[in-house]
C-alpha cells in the first residue's frame, strides 16, 4: 500500500528564542485506508516524524519519540539509568486516539493490534509486559505507577467526545520499519485498518 | 502550552525539549470542550480517605451533600495540565453554590506537585494518591479522567480526556446537579 509523497513550504515558529520548530514539513496523503486517511508530518529540524490516521469514527495519532526523550522521561520518573534505557532500546511513541463518532462509543485493545515487518507480525509491548521485566529489574513502585499510567491503556471504551494520550511500545528495533495493523470495535462491528510504512526513530532522530 | 519538566542541559537537550514541544501539540484540535459522558445508572462512587499538600485528610464522604468533581492526574500528563486552569474556573464560579473539585494525583509526591502549582495555581484540593490504590479502585483505565458525583455521591458524569470545564454546556450539567 503506497503513499503519495507531497512537499509542502515549511513554516517556522520561534519560540522564546529557545528552538525553532515548524509547520509540516513533508506530507503523506493518498488512497484510502479502508474507510479513512493517513497524513504525515516531519520536523524537519529533528526528523521526528508524526501520523494521523481518521476513519470509522477513530482517530490515531502517533508521534515518534526518540530514544534520548523516553530515557529522560522515565530517569525523571524514578527509574535508573540502566532501567531507563531498556525502555529506550524499544520503539516508542506518544499516542493520542479520539472517538470521533458523534454517537457509538468504540472499544480498543491493543493486544489485537499487530505490527508487520520484515521479520514478520509481532503485537505491541503491553503494560504487563513491562511490568514483569520491572518486578524482576527491582524498579520502585512510584516509577512503576507512573509508567503504568504513561502508557496507553490496552482496553479502553471511548464514548463520543472522549481521547486519551498515551505512549504505545512496539516490539521493534529504533529505526525499524512497519505496518501497523488496528482493531476495535464500534456499534457491536469489527473495524481494521493498515498504517503503512509507519518508523521507529532511532538515536539519531526521525525515519 | 507549558514546557514539559524534562532535564535540559545541554544542545542536545535543547533539541530533545523542542521534538517534545512540538510532541505535545497535537495535530488535531485539544480538550473536546463541554461533552460529558451521562453514567444512566449512577453508581455509587468508591469512597476514598486521601492527603492533600498541606496534610489535611480528606473523606470522600464529608462531601456528600454537595456536588463533587473528582478528577484524576499527574503533573507529567499533557492533557492533565491543560484542563486543570478551566477546572480552577469552574470551581471558582459555582463553589460558593456547593461545588467541590477534589484533584486526585496519581503516584507522585507533595514536593513535585508545589513545584507544578508554581505555573499551575490551583485552590481546589489537591489530593495524594501516592500508591494508586485510590485510582485502582474507580473505573479510570488512563488519564485524565474526571467524574461528576451527584448530591447523593453517585457518579453521574464522566470524561475521558482533557475537557474544558468551563465550556457553557458542561457548565449547565454541573448546574444541574446543584439545582436538584
Same mark, same amino acid.
Request: hydrophobic share 45%; glycine share 10%.
Given at each position: 500500500?503506497?503513499?503519495?509523497?507531497?512537499?509542502?513550504?515549511?513554516?517556522?515558529? &520561534?519560540?522564546?528564542?529557545?528552538?525553532?520548530?515548524?509547520?509540516?514539513?513533508?506530507?503523506?496523503?493518498?488512497?484510502?485506508?479502508?474507510?479513512?486517511?493517513?497524513?504525515?508530518?516531519?520536523?524537519?529540524?529533528?526528523?521526528?516524524?508524526?501520523?494521523?490516521?481518521?476513519?470509522?469514527?477513530?482517530?490515531?495519532?502517533?508521534?515518534?519519540?526518540?530514544?534520548?526523550?523516553?530515557?529522560?522521561?522515565?530517569?525523571?520518573?524514578?527509574?535508573?539509568?540502566?532501567?531507563?534505557?531498556?525502555?529506550?532500546?524499544?520503539?516508542?511513541?506518544?499516542?493520542?486516539?479520539?472517538?470521533?463518532?458523534?454517537?457509538?462509543?468504540?472499544?480498543?485493545?491493543?493486544?489485537?493490534? !499487530?505490527?508487520?515487518?520484515?521479520?514478520?507480525?509481532? !503485537?505491541?509491548?503491553?503494560?504487563?509486559?513491562?511490568?514483569?521485566?520491572?518486578?524482576? &529489574?527491582?524498579?520502585?513502585?512510584?516509577?512503576?505507577?507512573?509508567?503504568?499510567?504513561?502508557?496507553?491503556?490496552?482496553?479502553?471504551?471511548?464514548?463520543?467526545?472522549?481521547?486519551?494520550?498515551?505512549?504505545?511500545?512496539?516490539?521493534?528495533?529504533?529505526?525499524?520499519?512497519?505496518?501497523?495493523? &488496528?482493531?476495535?470495535?464500534?456499534?457491536?462491528?469489527?473495524?481494521?485498518?493498515?498504517?503503512?510504512?509507519? /518508523?521507529?526513530? /532511532?538515536?539519531?532522530?526521525?525515519? | 502550552? =507549558?514546557?514539559?519538566? *524534562?532535564?535540559? $542541559?545541554?544542545?542536545?537537550? =535543547?533539541?530533545?525539549?523542542?521534538? %517534545?514541544? *512540538? *510532541?505535545?501539540?497535537?495535530?488535531?484540535?485539544?480538550?473536546?470542550?463541554?461533552?460529558?459522558?451521562?453514567?444512566?445508572?449512577?453508581?455509587?462512587?468508591?469512597?476514598?480517605?486521601?492527603?492533600?499538600?498541606?496534610?489535611?485528610?480528606?473523606?470522600?464522604?464529608?462531601?456528600?451533600?454537595?456536588?463533587?468533581?473528582?478528577? %484524576?492526574?499527574?503533573?507529567?500528563?499533557?492533557?492533565?495540565?491543560?484542563?486543570?486552569?478551566?477546572?480552577?474556573?469552574?470551581?471558582?464560579?459555582?463553589?460558593?453554590?456547593?461545588?467541590?473539585?477534589?484533584?486526585?494525583?496519581?503516584?507522585?509526591?507533595?514536593?513535585?506537585?508545589?513545584?507544578?502549582?508554581?505555573?499551575?495555581?490551583?485552590?481546589?484540593?489537591?489530593?495524594?494518591?501516592?500508591?494508586?490504590?485510590?485510582?485502582?479502585?474507580?473505573?479510570?483505565?488512563?488519564?485524565?479522567?474526571?467524574?461528576? *458525583?451527584?448530591?447523593?455521591?453517585?457518579? $453521574?458524569?464522566?470524561?475521558?480526556? $482533557? =475537557?474544558?470545564?468551563?465550556?457553557?454546556?458542561?457548565?449547565?450539567?454541573?448546574?444541574?446537579?446543584?439545582?436538584?
Amino acid at each position: 500500500m503506497g503513499q503519495r509523497i507531497v512537499r509542502i513550504a515549511a513554516g517556522a515558529v &520561534l519560540t522564546g528564542g529557545l528552538c525553532l520548530f515548524v509547520a509540516p514539513g513533508v506530507v503523506a496523503g493518498g488512497p484510502a485506508y479502508g474507510q479513512g486517511s493517513l497524513k504525515a508530518e516531519a520536523d524537519p529540524d529533528s526528523g521526528l516524524v508524526r501520523w494521523h490516521w481518521q476513519g470509522q469514527g477513530l482517530s490515531l495519532e502517533l508521534a515518534q519519540l526518540l530514544p534520548d526523550q523516553t530515557r529522560a522521561f522515565f530517569m525523571g520518573r524514578g527509574f535508573s539509568a540502566g532501567q531507563a534505557e531498556v525502555v529506550a532500546e524499544a520503539c516508542v511513541f506518544q499516542g493520542i486516539v479520539r472517538n470521533t463518532h458523534a454517537e457509538e462509543p468504540i472499544e480498543l485493545d491493543l493486544a489485537r493490534w !499487530r505490527t508487520r515487518g520484515r521479520a514478520g507480525a509481532d !503485537r505491541l509491548r503491553l503494560n504487563r509486559d513491562w511490568q514483569a521485566i520491572w518486578e524482576d &529489574l527491582g524498579v520502585a513502585d512510584s516509577a512503576r505507577i507512573a509508567f503504568r499510567w504513561a502508557l496507553f491503556p490496552t482496553e479502553h471504551r471511548f464514548e463520543p467526545g472522549d481521547w486519551l494520550m498515551g505512549m504505545v511500545m512496539v516490539d521493534r528495533n529504533p529505526g525499524d520499519q512497519f505496518d501497523l495493523v &488496528l482493531r476495535w470495535s464500534a456499534a457491536g462491528t469489527d473495524r481494521r485498518a493498515v498504517l503503512s510504512d509507519l /518508523g521507529c526513530a /532511532g538515536e539519531g532522530g526521525g525515519q | 502550552m =507549558r514546557v514539559p519538566d *524534562l532535564y535540559v $542541559a545541554s544542545s542536545r537537550g =535543547r533539541a530533545i525539549l523542542c521534538a %517534545f514541544l *512540538l *510532541l505535545a501539540l497535537p495535530l488535531t484540535s485539544g480538550a473536546a470542550e463541554g461533552q460529558l459522558t451521562p453514567l444512566l445508572e449512577h453508581p455509587q462512587a468508591p469512597t476514598f480517605e486521601l492527603e492533600d499538600m498541606d496534610g489535611e485528610w480528606h473523606r470522600l464522604e464529608q462531601y456528600r451533600g454537595q456536588v463533587v468533581v473528582v478528577n %484524576f492526574w499527574a503533573t507529567w500528563c499533557p492533557p492533565c495540565r491543560e484542563e486543570l486552569p478551566s477546572l480552577q474556573r469552574l470551581w471558582e464560579d459555582k463553589r460558593d453554590q456547593g461545588l467541590v473539585v477534589l484533584g486526585v494525583n496519581v503516584g507522585e509526591d507533595a514536593e513535585r506537585i508545589f513545584f507544578f502549582t508554581a505555573d499551575y495555581p490551583v485552590d481546589f484540593p489537591l489530593l495524594l494518591d501516592r500508591d494508586s490504590a485510590v485510582i485502582e479502585a474507580w473505573p479510570v483505565r488512563g488519564i485524565p479522567t474526571t467524574f461528576i *458525583l451527584d448530591r447523593e455521591g453517585r457518579m $453521574a458524569y464522566r470524561a475521558i480526556g $482533557a =475537557r474544558e470545564f468551563d465550556a457553557p454546556e458542561l457548565r449547565a450539567r454541573v448546574r444541574e446537579l446543584l439545582d436538584d
